[in-house]
């Protein structure tokens, strides 16, 4: 046997294929971000649905009256959240001008007497990141 010559093959045009389309993928997440936008929207509009998560906010006046829940009287805000996605990233928010103020709290009205406690509503579950990492994960190593 000595002397005998041992030839290996190695047929690489698959791996070479699957690299360079993860490759592609990660050089474009949009379409992964747009999928990310649309469930982190459905759970910030369950936020407003929960009345407030992980943390239940503090009751408006005017639901403490109606017996209602707070920031979902007309459902305006809740239903202008929108994702707007990216490359890289993917942002969610609103348009409505009072928006701020019931996120982050403050004086507010004539001569600003008026104190509206934070209720944030722009939030990201600590469940959301699993679906988040899961999403990302199933676009990049999808090989078709």
């Known amino acids: 046997m ?3 010559l ?7 045009g698959g791996v070479i294929e699957a690299l360079s389309l993860i490759a592609q993928r990660v050089t474009n997440l949009k379409p992964a971000m747009q999928l990310i936008g649309k469930r982190v929207t459905a759970s910030v509009k369950e936020n407003f649905r929960a009345g407030g998560r992980p943390q ?3 009751p408006s006046q005017r639901a ?8 979902i009287d007309t459902k305006n805000l809740m239903n202008t959240i929108h994702p707007t996605a990216y490359n890289d990233r993917v942002e969610i928010g609103t348009n409505v001008k009072y928006a701020a103020i019931h996120q982050f709290g403050g004086y507010t009205g004539r001569g ?7 209720r944030p509503f722009l939030m990201v579950q600590d469940g959301d990141w699993a679906v988040i990492n899961e ?4 676009y990049i190593a999808r090989l078709k």
């Not at 041992?6 to 690489?12: K, N």
């Not at 600003?112 to 934070?118: A, D, G």
């Open 112 to 118: 600003h007497k008026s104190y509206i406690p934070p």
């Open 56 to 58: 239940m906010w503090i």
């Open 6 to 12: 041992i030839e290996v093959t190695i047929d690489d």
């Open 135 to 138: 999403t990302l994960l199933d």
């Open 64 to 71: 403490k009256a109606t017996g209602t829940q707070t920031l």
């Open 2 to 4: 000595s002397g005998a």
